[in-house]
């Protein structure tokens, strides 16, 4: 009973992980744009070897989240679609690289 | 999962996969065989002419190339700030060396050190070029052309006891870069074909 107790005490201490950034095609999405300024669709999808349908309906959830910006725009009479990380997703994710690693920490080796 | 997010090593993946088009070898070994050959026209000075064209036809092929194979992407750009920062430093120091050895000489014969630095041209070519290899690698994180800065000091070293004319190792050295970037160009387009609409991400049933 009184080991359970402490169990207790001790949950909450271990960070919650955003779950949108924590799927791995999404953290693999995010890492990337984390290091760039912005990139198109097309650079992303290379990167990141998913499907344009995959790579999209991710991108749709980091957007609906506030983390990822779509610019759709026309250069040289072409269309293209630029993302960026918003303000938000940048501390988003640097948040998620503290918990993780908080996390990493108090895992026994 | 903290190895899959090794942001350093993520970054350097984004930048070297952008940067394996071998258009910066092509137009780094364009811009030395420019200098090299119009150094046999006596015409040295042309070579700047070049650089500008190569720098210019660059950004072109980059963007017929490059950008409809791979996609686009825009790096941070505090690498570039720092090595803008460094230029204009390298500059006005060469001009302030420019402006004391003019006063040196016209107060009374070459000076020492501008004496040493002509008898030992070699060197001093072969230090600022690998020294400019640098910079471009720092700047684009291609870890290549450091291997072309040592390949630079290697030949111009050699070259100092050799005594064989300058533009030798420019031509040779502008060769040597110019078929590595051939060679990844090549495998570049065969690797990346031109990608379809559907890929670009624009298409009606795309994102949102």
Known sequence: ?109 | MAERVNLKEIERKVYTSYHQDGLIDVSIAFIVLAFGLMMVLDMGWMGWVFAVVSISLYAAAKKTLTVPRIGFVRFATYRVKAMQTLAIGVLSLLMLLGVVAFMQTEEGGTPPWLLFAIENYMLVIGVSVAASFCAVGYTFRIRRVYAYALLTLTMFVTGHFLYYPLHYYLILLGTLILLFGLVMLIRFIRRYPLSTTESTGDSDNEGK
């Open chain 1, 1 to 109: 009973m009184k080991e359970n107790e402490e169990r207790d005490d001790e949950l909450p201490s271990i960070p919650k992980l955003d779950k949108t950034i924590h799927e791995p095609a999404r953290l693999m999405i995010m890492a990337h744009l984390f290091v760039v300024e912005s990139a198109d669709f097309l650079f992303l999808q290379r990167q990141t070897r998913m499907t344009p349908g995959n790579l999209s309906a991710h991108i749709s959830k980091l957007e609906d989240a506030g983390y990822v910006e779509i610019t759709k725009e026309f250069i040289e009479r072409k269309p293209h679609t630029a993302l960026a990380l918003t303000q938000k997703g940048r501390d988003a994710f640097k948040q998620y690289r503290r918990d993780i690693k908080q996390i990493a920490e108090r895992l026994p080796e």
